[in-house]
């Protein structure tokens, strides 16, 4: 990856969590659904071995909380050393590292990447995939979210990369997914096992926003 470029958004997700902007403490209800419906039943491994889960881009740790320590070890990743700082104070169970070699270095059985990897330039994206394909043991599974076009606001001209412009997350880039998008960015490495959309509409019926999650199987 870009090595300036890199930087520009560590700094940016870094002033975002100094902001308070995603201290988020509860853990993502549609992860717990994608885990319990779609995976764990299906997740091969020796009795009395503890599983072991890549939180990718996990911010304040938050989907840490799903997994006990006693039956997993959870390790979080995330370019932000803010939110790596709050993710260990709030989850000492749990290990937190903002060293990408140090998350590349070990082997998954199941990895996470919830509202993180449309949270990056498209390449990098990409290439982050491509990472957590080859830190999953053979077969392992891979539970994501990925916010739909459909989502796009106005005031960005239907683009499907921005950079944000709001105080909330300010100056990093979001990405949105149409289905097509989504397969570029999956296959052939992964197995789609489960795939829905939820969409948030206020009280008007206009859409907020919707948001892709998806359970995968490595290939
Ligand atoms: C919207 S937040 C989601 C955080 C967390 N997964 C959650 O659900 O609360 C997006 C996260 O992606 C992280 N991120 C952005 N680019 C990244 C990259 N290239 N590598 C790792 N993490 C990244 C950000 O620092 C941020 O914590």
Not at 67 to 88: C, K, L, P, R
Not at 159 to 175: A, G
Request: aromatic fraction near 14%; include cysteine; charged fraction near 25%.
């Amino acid at each position: 990856m870009d090595k300036q470029k890199n930087e520009n958004f560590k700094q940016a997700w870094d002033s975002s969590y100094d902001n308070g902007d995603n201290n988020l403490r509860y853990p993502s209800e549609e992860v717990v659904r994608c885990f319990y419906k779609s995976v764990k039943s299906r997740m091969n491994h020796e009795s009395g071995e503890k599983l072991s889960v890549l939180d990718f881009g996990c911010g304040a740790g938050r989907n840490s909380l799903i997994f006990d320590s006693n039956d997993y070890d959870v390790i979080g990743y995330d370019i932000s050393t803010s939110a790596i700082n709050m993710a260990s104070k709030n989850y000492p169970d749990h290990f937190f590292t903002a060293n990408e070699k140090e998350f590349m270095s070990r082997k998954y059985h199941l990895a996470i990447a919830d509202s993180s990897l449309d949270s990056m330039p498209w390449l990098d994206a990409v290439t982050s995939v491509t990472n957590i394909y080859s830190t999953l043991h053979k077969n392992g599974f891979f539970i994501l979210s990925l916010i739909e076009s459909d989502s796009k606001q106005k005031e960005y001209n239907g683009m499907n990369d921005i950079l944000i412009k709001d105080d909330f997350e300010k100056n990093t880039m979001q990405i949105y997914f149409d289905w097509v998008r989504i397969e570029r960015l999956l296959l052939p490495m992964f197995e789609i096992v489960s795939a829905y959309k939820v969409v948030h509409k206020d009280s008007n019926e206009d859409l907020l926003f919707s948001r892709w999650y998806l359970s995968c199987r490595a290939n």
